[in-house]
């Protein structure tokens, strides 16, 4: 920070071992990291750490860049493996995969904020309305820690 107030918060966005040396340099206030269903490895990793930091954590990527959408871009390595994840890890949410997206990053432990990008208001009001429906179920948020856990343990971090 400087004394001209022209850095308020340093923070770090990447993943997986650069993202562990930002969490642990002092250097930073806050970390962004991509934390999802089919992406956790911050959840299972660092994020503790950062929290025992008092480090700010924003979600990016909640949606997994909508892979399963019909729409999606699927030239994207990134949407190409979130792709594979999600139907690998094969969980019935008993809700449309947005919302459990959107509901399992806004509530995952030490999560201070996620950032969903939209060019829509309607879909910026929709995603809204998703969030506020709250935490998902234990039971759900259980099924899907252990299904990533068993399909995708070893996962990196898609930057």
């Not at 299972?44 to 750490?49: A, C, D, E, G, S």
């Not at 139907?87 to 997206?101: S, T």
């Not at 432990?109 to 998902?136: M, P, Q, W, Y």
């Not at 995708?152 to 971090?157: F, L, M, V």
Request: proline content about 3%; glycine content about 6%; charged content about 25%.
């Amino acid at each position: 920070m400087t004394q001209e107030g022209k850095i308020k918060v340093p923070a770090y966005s990447g993943d997986n071992e650069a993202l562990e040396f930002a969490v642990h340099s002092g250097s930073f206030a806050s970390i962004q990291s991509s934390i999802n269903i089919c992406d956790q490895k911050t959840v299972n990793t660092i994020l503790h750490q950062a929290k025992q930091g008092y480090m700010g954590v924003i979600a990016k990527r909640p949606l997994a860049n909508f892979a399963w959408h019909e729409g999606a871009n699927l030239n994207d390595p990134v949407v190409e493996e979130y792709k594979r994840r999600i139907y690998e890890m094969n969980i019935d949410y008993g809700m449309p995969l947005e919302e459990a997206m959107i509901r399992f990053s806004t509530y995952t432990f030490g999560v201070d904020s996620i950032l969903i990008g939209s060019t829509s208001i309607e879909h910026l009001k929709a995603n809204l309305k998703l969030a506020r429906k709250g935490k998902l179920p234990d039971e759900l948020i259980d099924q899907i820690k252990n299904r990533f856990n068993e399909s995708g343990k070893e996962w990196a971090s898609l930057t």
